[in-house]
């Protein structure tokens, strides 16, 4: 993804991979917890961009979301499809049973400064 990006254009100090978000959860509450953010753009498919914003939302973070074009492939829909519902209700189960924390939470990451 990193060097897609920098094919791209971006410039490779202004990014900063997260090694630890092992899943969504992780991915999101990392972004508030180890990278200080509490406004953040999701890019991904439109079943993962809801799941998401719903774990940002429940975590007080002001996210929205991009979505990108599905997988051309039925057979990958149809799995994507089938694997996100089972992935909803696991999300609701952290975060509502559980109250599970991401795996590595780690030590506080400074992103690159803004350019004014």
């Not at 100090?13 to 753009?41: H, N, P």
């Not at 829909?77 to 999300?91: D, N, T, Y």
Request: hydrophobic residues 45%; charged residues 30%.
């Amino acid at each position: 993804m990193k060097q897609a990006l920098v094919e791209r254009g971006v410039p490779e100090d202004r990014i900063v991979c997260d090694f630890a978000g092992l899943r969504t959860l992780d991915s999101v509450v990392r972004m508030k917890e180890v990278f200080g953010v509490s406004q953040m753009i999701v890019v991904s498919q439109t079943f993962h961009n809801r799941r998401a914003l719903a774990i940002a939302r429940y975590n007080g973070m002001d996210a929205y979301a991009v979505n990108a074009p599905d997988v051309p492939n039925r057979r990958s829909r149809v799995k994507s499809w089938i694997r996100e519902r089972g992935a909803r209700v696991w999300m609701m189960m952290d975060l509502w049973l559980w109250g599970r924390e991401p795996r590595f939470l780690g030590d506080p990451v400074a992103l690159p400064e803004e350019d004014g």
